[in-house]
């Protein structure tokens, strides 16, 4: 009896600590072999002048299958509104083209443009009369929502599903500011930096 009961509980020691193994391998293998691997461009992309400028930023999947049905929001933080309560942040989100994606293949691209002449929320009272009134005349620029307040920037978040485990990740970049945009195509944008930086192998 004595016996059974030692191997019962010697099988227990054995499984618990291996089944939890099993378990964090498993966790571990789903959310980073079977997941979508996204990646966010440096730098945000500006061409075109005036009414016909765009902002551009790139959102590469670096994963080894389609990343799909991806969902991106680009979420504007504003600090220092309201004189009153200066360390307040208000949060927008940014209207964008490409808010829906079907789908990016493995190692590639896909490109969404920021629309802040698109945002209504511009015309909210709480925001600069120079704000509102650029928006109505619809030449509100992103360097112009940057500036607002004393400290903003946007993140983009982007929910993407992996084509074959169907295993959904949320993917959030960093804090983009005034300085990150940039005039040019990512192309020249690239040539450029490695031109000056041939070290630096920064992703755009």
């Known amino acids: ?10 099988s227990l020691i054995i499984s618990v600590p291996l089944g939890a193994l099993s378990s964090v391998v498993g966790w571990w293998f789903l959310f980073h072999v079977l ?7 440096a730098l ?13 930023l790139r959102i ?6 389609a990343a799909i049905d991806l969902n991106i929001i680009v979420r504007l933080q504003v600090q220092g509104l309201i004189p009153e309560n200066p360390k307040m942040r208000k949060q927008i989100n940014l209207a964008i083209a490409g808010e829906k994606i079907p789908f990016i293949s493995k190692k590639k691209y896909r490109i969404i443009r920021i629309l802040p002449n698109d945002t209504d929320a511009f015309n909210d009272i709480i925001y600069p009369d120079y704000i509102r009134e650029k928006y109505s005349q619809g030449n509100l620029s992103l ?11 946007f993140q983009v978040h982007v929910f993407a599903f992996d084509s074959f485990s169907g295993s959904r990740k949320m993917f959030l970049s960093k804090k983009y500011r005034k300085s990150d945009i940039m005039q040019g195509s990512y192309a020249t944008l690239s040539h450029l930096w490695k031109k000056d930086n041939p070290e630096d192998s920064i992703e755009f």
Do not use: C, H, W
């Open 1 to 10: 009896m004595t016996a059974q009961v030692n191997s019962a509980l010697f």
């Open 35 to 41: 997941s979508p691997n996204l990646k966010f461009s």
């Open 44 to 56: 945000i992309s500006k061409m075109g002048t005036g009414k016909y400028t765009k902002y551009r």
């Open 60 to 65: 590469k999947n670096n994963g080894q299958r």
């Open 143 to 153: 360097e112009d929502v940057l500036s607002i307040g004393t400290d903003n920037f």
